[in-house]
């Protein structure tokens, strides 16, 4: 009896591998170029010289740099975006204190006594949840550091008689729709407003209407999927794996619901401080991975005093949950090296040269709508925000002077369309990484994201049209 075939979807490592390939591909047909680029003093970085791009000697990526690819990109700090090893330790040190939290029995008596609270109102914590998430990504571009929050928040959507993609959207989304409509965000606004030579607050209006409109679609999107997933189970994308995720995310093997104690209490309110903390040094102190993985480090040690682990068991509980997390890890560097062989094969200014041609001589609507376009492809190649900002302002802005286009448009043009890896960019390891702790596979998040995508990109696209003839 011949054994039947079955199709089955590759995985995330595959995926990542064949896109690297695919760009080293390119690199054997796209010329290779550069622009002139020169340190522009307000923004302490290096920008591109409008009209300097030439030709250089090819670069072309063979079998070599593609496995060498994600090992440079885990630590080469040469490129637009963060060297991998940051983010890479930082997942390890969430995933050790996340399993020490987890070993305390304070997150399953916490899940359930919220869901005992929330008793037929689970669902206003959609709206709330991504609202807050939002906030975040339009005021400082919240994105690597909501990696840990997957494993915090799915549990309680499946408590709640939701699914993986519930818990996983409301971040994911949540925080992506914020970028996308970012206001005071630093690394997007900020930056690409003083690259395209405009203040900050230039445009503003028009950032705050594709935020609100935004927000109010993914939160009605999500909110409908919710609502159909918790009134039968089988319309669940994830239905066929949700026991599993059941057991893996809120250990019903243990039958028993841990009895919320004192001891118990305490460890979620040091939980709750130490992310408290980390907020406050992201937008007020300027910390990143380095400063966030000691945090976590300290706050897993004050948990293990607290809780009375043993030694043995608290370096069992740490260590174990950084290997969970492991394979998140390699998919950020992976992700990472990506991006590496479109820089080593110098094909990504050529890229953004071939867009700047492209532009030349359109009229008002098909100009703007065509810069958001093009910044959305370039975001594919930089998935970092600054990076693309750093990159592409200063060759695309000038060209909206030719068109009798404001420049604050240019800006708002390429945040909406920076906002996309926060979504479904494969090259990004905030959504590859997301996925990954959420335990959903990346078609199966396109399939389900795909007609959200494509409203919001028709949003952006009639509020940028509105937004050129108005002004």
């Known amino acids: 009896m011949k054994k039947k075939f079955t199709f089955s979807f590759p995985t995330t490592y595959t995926i990542l591998l064949v896109l690297t390939i695919l760009m080293a591909l390119l690199t054997w047909i796209v010329p290779a170029g550069e622009y002139d680029m020169v340190k522009n003093a307000a923004l302490g970085k290096m920008v591109p010289v409008v009209g300097s791009y030439h030709e250089v000697a090819a670069n072309p990526q063979g079998i070599w740099d593609v496995l060498m690819a994600p090992v440079q990109g885990f630590y080469d700090p040469n490129s637009y975006v963060a060297r991998g090893v940051d983010v890479a330790l930082f997942v390890l040190i969430i995933g050790a204190y996340l399993s020490v939290i987890t070993a305390t029995g304070a997150i399953d008596a916490g899940i359930s006594g919220l869901m005992a609270r929330l008793k037929g109102r689970e669902k206003w914590m959609i709206p709330i949840l991504m609202g807050l998430f939002a906030l975040g990504g339009t005021v400082y571009g919240m994105a690597e550091e909501t990696i840990p929050l997957y494993a915090l928040l799915v549990p309680v959507m499946l408590a709640a008689g939701y699914d993986t993609i519930v818990g996983c959207a409301i971040i994911m989304l949540g925080a992506g729709i914020g970028c996308l409509g970012s206001t005071l965000n630093t690394f997007a606004t900020v930056i690409a407003s003083n690259a395209a030579g405009v203040n900050p607050m230039s445009g503003i209006g028009l950032r705050v209407a594709i935020l609100v409109a935004g927000w109010l679609i993914c939160t009605v999107f999500v909110m409908r999927y919710a609502a159909k997933v918790k009134a039968d189970p089988t319309k669940s994308l994830v239905y066929r794996q949700r026991k599993a995720d059941e057991n893996y995310f809120l250990h019903q093997n243990d039958k028993k619901t841990p009895e919320f104690t004192f001891t118990r209490k305490l460890v979620l309110i040091i939980f709750a401080v130490t992310f408290s903390i980390m907020m406050y040094g992201l937008m007020a102190l300027g910390w990143w991975m380095a400063e966030l993985s000691t945090l976590f480090i300290a ?9 009375r682990m043993g030694e043995k ?3 069992d509980h740490f260590l174990n ?3 969970d997390l492991l394979g998140v ?5 992976m992700a990472r090296g990506l991006v ?3 820089d080593n094969g110098h094909i990504t200014h050529t890229i ?8 030349a001589g359109l009229p008002k609507v098909p100009f703007i709508n065509a810069v958001y376009w093009i910044e959305a492809v370039l975001c594919l190649i930089v998935p970092s925000s600054s990076g ?3 990159l592409s302002m200063p060759v695309l802005a000038p060209l909206a002077d030719f068109a009798h286009v404001s420049r604050e448009l240019v800006v708002t043009a390429y945040q909406s369309a920076s906002g996309l890896p926060n979504i479904i960019t494969p090259t990004s ?4 990484g997301g996925l990954a702790m959420s335990r959903i596979e990346y078609f199966t998040w396109c399939r389900w994201v795909a007609p959200l995508l494509g409203m919001l990109i028709a949003m952006i696209m009639i509020l940028l049209s509105i937004g050129v003839l108005v002004s």
């Not at 953004?352 to 532009?359: G, I, V």
């Open 340 to 342: 590496v062989v479109m």
């Open 329 to 333: 890890a390699f998919i950020i560097v």
């Open 321 to 323: 949950g950084a290997k």
């Open 352 to 359: 953004l040269h071939y867009a700047e041609s492209w532009l």
């Open 299 to 307: 706050s897993s040690i004050v948990v293990g005093v607290v809780a």
């Open 429 to 432: 390891g905030v959504v590859m």
């Open 388 to 390: 693309l900002a750093v």
């Open 313 to 315: 068991s608290f370096t």
